[in-house]
């Protein structure tokens, strides 16, 4: 007798109403992440309004009089607004007295960092030779120092220099200031690149010179670009250290002029002085629209070499 046996179901593909279970399960997730999605793009754009929204007051303001600043409800759009707080800036001959300080100072401290940080950088990372460790911790120890802290000192060195009032002794200043981090960054972008590429190039008939310049240093351009911004940001910005070098109202750097600027007047002219604030991020902004390829890739190459 024959015996007819039932059907099986293994490896037989799910129907019913388990297929429809899991169909509104994936549809569940994906609307999930949908929403997150959402909802992680509207906190972004917020995020992104807060800090646009000051650029775009200072500039507001920029073309705006002072009456209609000093106003019980305040002008979101500068409409019949006037550039004369702009004209008034750049009538002013201390503005350009500070501009082509700022500008001095910034291009020395450029050179001058980048050029005895990446020496620096080179060494500790290419060469083992004794004290290298101990460089190493010193770097770290003296950023972990504030400013503040060495104002007198600075002072008084600058001052038996004849170097105060001068804009290389702001250079001076600033360039040891940025010196540590500087050299902190670009240690990394020298040991992200083997020194097993200089070496095949010396096999193919290359100088170690020859080597570095043509194989390692174009590797090593974004890292470059990276501390200069860096620099850039620090020597155009930074506020106390002018203040304490520059006491000479001659010799100026820009963020001491619009501060002179406000308190130049009883009733300080905030037009004014928006305007000024919106001439002096115009280089930062001319100098980021160079950078601003080569700057993006070597944040990134910095973030994952080491």
């Given at each position: 007798?024959?015996?007819?046996?039932?059907?099986?179901?293994?490896?037989?593909?799910?129907?019913?109403?388990?297929?429809?279970?899991?169909t509104r399960s994936?549809?569940?997730?994906?609307?999930?992440?949908?929403?997150?999605?959402?909802?992680?793009?509207?906190?972004?754009?917020?995020?992104?309004?807060?800090?646009?929204?000051?650029?775009?007051?200072?500039?507001?303001?920029?073309?705006?009089?002072?009456?209609?600043?000093?106003?019980?409800?305040?002008?979101?759009?500068?409409?019949?607004?006037?550039?004369?707080?702009?004209?008034?800036?750049?009538?002013?001959?201390?503005?350009?007295?500070?501009?082509?300080?700022?500008?001095?100072?910034?291009?020395?401290?450029?050179?001058?960092?980048?050029?005895?940080?990446?020496?620096?950088?080179?060494?500790?990372?290419?060469?083992?030779?004794?004290?290298?460790?101990?460089?190493?911790?010193?770097?770290?120890?003296?950023?972990?120092?504030?400013?503040?802290?060495?104002?007198?000192?600075?002072?008084?060195?600058?001052?038996?220099?004849?170097?105060?009032?001068?804009?290389?002794?702001?250079?001076?200043?600033?360039?040891?200031?940025?010196?540590p981090f500087t050299?902190?960054?670009?240690?990394?972008?020298?040991?992200?690149?083997?020194?097993?590429?200089?070496?095949?190039?010396?096999?193919?008939?290359?100088?170690?010179?020859?080597?570095?310049?043509?194989?390692?240093?174009?590797?090593?351009?974004?890292?470059?670009?990276?501390?200069?911004?860096?620099?850039?940001?620090?020597?155009?910005?930074?506020?106390?250290?002018?203040?304490?070098?520059?006491?000479?109202?001659?010799?100026?750097?820009?963020?001491?002029?619009?501060?002179?600027?406000?308190?130049?007047?009883?009733?300080?002219?905030?037009?004014?002085?928006?305007?000024?604030?919106?001439?002096?991020?115009?280089?930062?902004?001319?100098?980021?629209?160079?950078?601003?390829?080569?700057?993006?890739?070597?944040?990134?190459?910095?973030?994952?070499?080491?």
């Amino acid at each position: 007798m024959s015996t007819v046996s039932a059907p099986t179901t293994l490896g037989v593909p799910a129907s019913g109403p388990t297929k429809v279970a899991a169909t509104r399960s994936s549809e569940s997730g994906r609307s999930q992440t949908s929403k997150s999605r959402r909802l992680l793009g509207a906190l972004a754009v917020v995020v992104a309004l807060a800090w646009v929204f000051p650029i775009y007051w200072m500039i507001n303001s920029a073309f705006q009089p002072l009456n209609k600043l000093q106003a019980e409800n305040p002008a979101w759009l500068p409409l019949g607004g006037t550039v004369a707080n702009f004209r008034q800036v750049l009538d002013d001959g201390t503005f350009w007295q500070a501009m082509r300080t700022s500008l001095s100072v910034v291009v020395i401290v450029l050179v001058a960092a980048l050029i005895f940080a990446f020496l620096a950088a080179l060494a500790v990372s290419r060469f083992r030779f004794k004290g290298r460790k101990s460089f190493i911790l010193t770097i770290l120890i003296v950023q972990m120092i504030p400013a503040e802290g060495l104002f007198i000192s600075q002072y008084q060195v600058l001052d038996g220099w004849g170097l105060v009032n001068k804009v290389a002794g702001l250079a001076l200043v600033y360039t040891a200031a940025i010196l540590p981090f500087t050299i902190w960054m670009l240690r990394g972008f020298v040991a992200g690149v083997p020194i097993e590429l200089e070496e095949a190039g010396m096999v193919d008939g290359l100088s170690r010179v020859g080597a570095f310049f043509r194989i390692t240093f174009p590797l090593l351009a974004p890292g470059l670009v990276a501390a200069g911004v860096f620099g850039f940001l620090q020597a155009w910005n930074e506020y106390t250290l002018a203040l304490v070098v520059m006491t000479d109202p001659a010799q100026r750097t820009l963020p001491l002029w619009l501060q002179g600027l406000v308190e130049s007047n009883r009733a300080t002219d905030w037009g004014v002085v928006m305007a000024g604030s919106a001439v002096i991020a115009i280089p930062v902004i001319v100098f980021f629209l160079f950078v601003q390829g080569k700057m993006t890739s070597g944040l990134v190459s910095g973030a994952v070499k080491g």
